[in-house]
């Protein structure tokens, strides 16, 4: 270890970093702000499992609540050898529910909803509803509420994604009071299933 902060430091010696401003005067306005990403570290929530629950009504809805919870394992991409027979029951009883079921949908049911744990929200100064500036979209972390990301244009290309002029978000002045402030909801009752030990939510 040392050698290696030895031979860095001499590096860095011999061909320093150097970095030049551009430009101090290039205008606020024309700069995109960040997308943001806002992940609920929750993927299942527990109200929305037992609604889905009381309308299968194969089994008690206390069971199908488990055995609806064992979807998370969907976001791992990997399910325990004792888990399969639970899986197969629950596949046979959603096949026998909503005959071809589509899992993208059925996740998305079971998300907790942005509408539930965005609940204020201020952009550029001013309040705005959490509902109209934020959408939900896949990303690497699952089904996420984001703000200022690329937009889908184009009904026909399902990857085709592209910042226009009308969806980029900008701020108007320089601080704090003038970029996004949210106010989160962590719902802490209504976890049923959560990607990782903590509790609250994953900002990216």
Not at 15 to 27: A, C, D, G
Not at 49 to 68: Q, R
Not at 90 to 95: M, Y
Not at 134 to 160: E, M, P, Q
Request: aromatic share 10%.
């Amino acid at each position: 270890m040392s050698f290696l902060i030895l031979n860095t430091t001499l590096e860095f010696q011999d061909s320093p970093t150097v970095t030049t401003v551009e430009t101090n005067k290039y205008p606020m306005q024309e700069i995109n702000y960040p997308a943001i990403s806002i992940c609920n570290i929750n993927k299942i929530s527990l109200i929305s499992a037992i609604d889905l629950a009381e309308e299968l009504v194969n089994l008690t809805v206390e069971k199908l609540t488990n055995l609806i919870t064992t979807l998370g394992n969907l976001y791992h991409f990997d399910i325990d050898e004792d888990e399969l027979e639970e899986i197969y029951l629950l596949h046979t009883i959603l096949e026998r529910g909503y005959n071809d079921y589509n899992v993208d949908r059925l996740m998305k049911r079971l998300l907790p909803k942005c509408r539930s744990i965005l609940w204020q929200c201020s952009w550029n100064g001013k309040d705005q509803d959490c509902n109209e500036i934020f959408v939900l979209r896949i990303t690497n972390n699952g089904y996420c509420c984001t703000f200022n990301s690329a937009r889908r244009v184009g009904l026909h290309n399902k990857d085709s994604f592209i910042f226009t002029s009308q969806t980029i978000k900008r701020s108007k002045e320089a601080g704090s009071e003038y970029g996004l402030s949210v106010l989160l909801n962590p719902q802490l009752y209504d976890y049923a299933y959560k990607l990782l030990p903590i509790q609250g939510f994953k900002v990216c």
